[in-house]
C-alpha cells in the first residue's frame, strides 16, 4: 500500500494556492506490527520525489518525518524540481538526523549539493549516498539495469525503477514498486495434524523445518503459505511525449504525470515561438496515452500558473475544469486532478487486503485537515 501526499503541484513558479513540485510516498504495510492494522505514524518510511522551493514548509503541514525519509528522487535539474533540496537537508541535519539518506538524481544536483555545502559551510551529521542516474543508466545492459532496491524490513520491499523522458534537459521518470510478503501459518492443518500450539508454530512460520517430541519431520512449505503484495505507480518528471513511458505502466495501478496546459493552449504556444518548445505535456496528450496504454487510475499535476484553483466550466478565467475536459476528452478511466496536500492511497493485488478495501486507488482528501 502505497500513500501519495502532494506537497506541489504547480509548474514553475508558486501561486497562493499551489507550491512548485514535490510528492511524498509513504510506503505502508499493516501487518509489520502483528495485530495492529496501521503502521505506527512515527515510523512509516517515505520517499520524495522532487524538491522545489519551499517543499520543507509544506511538510510541516503533514505527519511526515524527515527521520523516516528514506531517500529522494529527482527528475530533473529545473528549479522548480529542486530548489528547495538544500534546505530541506539542512533542516534534516539541524532535526537530529543521523541515519543515512540515499538520493537519486542528475548528476548536476551533487555539483549543486557540493557548491552549497562549501559555499555555506552546511554540514551534514548523516552520509548521503548519492547515485547518479546516469551512472545507474550506464551500467552494464540486463534485466536490472536502472533499478535500485530498497529493503525496509525482511517483509517489505520497494524497488525503484528508472526511466528516461523527454524534456528540454535530461528529465526522468520513476516506477515504485512495493512488494509486501507474509507468511501465513495454516493453523487448522496444524490442529487436524495433532500439533498443539507451541514455539514450533513459530518456527514453522518463520520458514524453519522442526521435529516434534515424538520424533515427527514437520516442512515449513507443509503448513505455511507465502502471500505477496505488489503496488506499482510511475510518477514521471517534465515530459512531452508520454510514450516514453509505455513499458514503465505495464501492470501499473497508478500513473501520476504533469499536465502543463491544455492541448489547445500548448499548440498555441508552440505556435507563437517555433524556435522554443517548452516541451511540457497537455492534459489531452497524457490522457490519450493513458487511454491507449490501458492505465485505469490517473492523477494529473504541475499546473501553469495561469490555471487557477476552482473547478468552473462556464468561466472563461483558465482553471481545473478546463484541463478536466481536455483529459477527458481523450481519457475515460479515473481521473484526478491534484491540488497541494491532496492525499491518495494506491493499493496493488488484493490477495493481502481485506474485502471492504477496494484495490486501486483512493482519494482521502487533504493531509491538512485530516493529520493522518
Known amino acids: 500500500m502505497l500513500k501519495l501526499t502532494f506537497l506541489g503541484t504547480s509548474a514553475g513558479v508558486p501561486t497562493k494556492q499551489r507550491n512548485v513540485t514535490a510528492l511524498a510516498i509513504e510506503c505502508l504495510n499493516p501487518y509489520s506490527s502483528g495485530a495492529s492494522r496501521q503502521q505506527n505514524k512515527k515510523s ?28 529522494i528522487c529527482i527528475t530533473h535539474v529545473h528549479g522548480d524540481h529542486c530548489y528547495g533540496l538544500p534546505g530541506l537537508l539542512a533542516s534534516a541535519a539541524m532535526s537530529g538526523r543521523t541515519a543515512a539518506l540515499t538520493i537519486i538524481a542528475p548528476k548536476a544536483i551533487a555539483m549543486l549539493l557540493e557548491a552549497i555545502t562549501v559555499t555555506t559551510e552546511l554540514y551534514f551529521p548523516f552520509a548521503i549516498n548519492f547515485m547518479a542516474i546516469e551512472d545507474l543508466l550506464s551500467e552494464p545492459s540486463d534485466e536490472h539495469k536502472g533499478e535500485i532496491t530498497i529493503n525496509l524490513d525482511h517483509q517489505h520491499q520497494l524497488v525503484i525503477d528508472i526511466h528516461p523522458l523527454s524534456h528540454r534537459v535530461a528529465s526522468y521518470g520513476f516506477a515504485m514498486t512495493e512488494t ?17 500450539a507451541s514455539a514450533l508454530w513459530g518456527r514453522l512460520q518463520q520458514g524453519e523445518d522442526v521435529m516434534t517430541k515424538d520424533g515427527r519431520k514437520l516442512y515449513s512449505a507443509d503448513y505455511v503459505d507465502n502471500d505477496s503484495q505488489c503496488t506499482r505507480v510511475v510518477i ?29 493552449v500548448l499548440n498555441k504556444i508552440q505556435a507563437k515561438n517555433p524556435d522554443f518548445d517548452p516541451m511540457h505535456s497537455s492534459a489531452q496528450l497524457v490522457g490519450r496515452f493513458a487511454q491507449n496504454n490501458e492505465v485505469k487510475n490517473l492523477i494529473l499535476t504541475h499546473f501553469s500558473a495561469r490555471y487557477q484553483s476552482f473547478d468552473n466550466l462556464q468561466s472563461s478565467t483558465p482553471n481545473m475544469a478546463h484541463i478536466r475536459l481536455d483529459a477527458q476528452s481523450a481519457y475515460t478511466g479515473n481521473l484526478w486532478l491534484a491540488a497541494d496536500f491532496d492525499q491518495y492511497m494506491v493499493n496493488g493485488s488484493t490477495d493481502l487486503i481485506d474485502e471492504e478495501e477496494s484495490s486501486g486507488v483512493q482519494y482521502l482528501g487533504s493531509a491538512r485537515s485530516h493529520k493522518k
Open 180 to 196: 509486501i510478503s507474509r507468511r501465513t501459518l495454516n493453523t487448522e492443518k496444524l490442529t487436524a495434524a495433532g500439533i498443539p
Open 44 to 71: 512509516r518510511p517515505w520517499v520524495l520525489i522532487d524538491c522545489g522551493e519551499g517543499t520543507q514548509q509544506q511538510l510541516l503541514h503533514t505527519k511526515l518525518s524527515l527521520h523516516q525519509l528514506q531517500a
Open 236 to 264: 514521471a518528471g517534465d515530459n512531452d511525449t508520454p510514450e516514453c513511458l509505455s513499458a514503465a505502466v505495464d501492470d501499473a495501478d497508478l500513473l501520476v504525470h504533469e499536465a502543463t496546459y491544455t492541448h489547445e
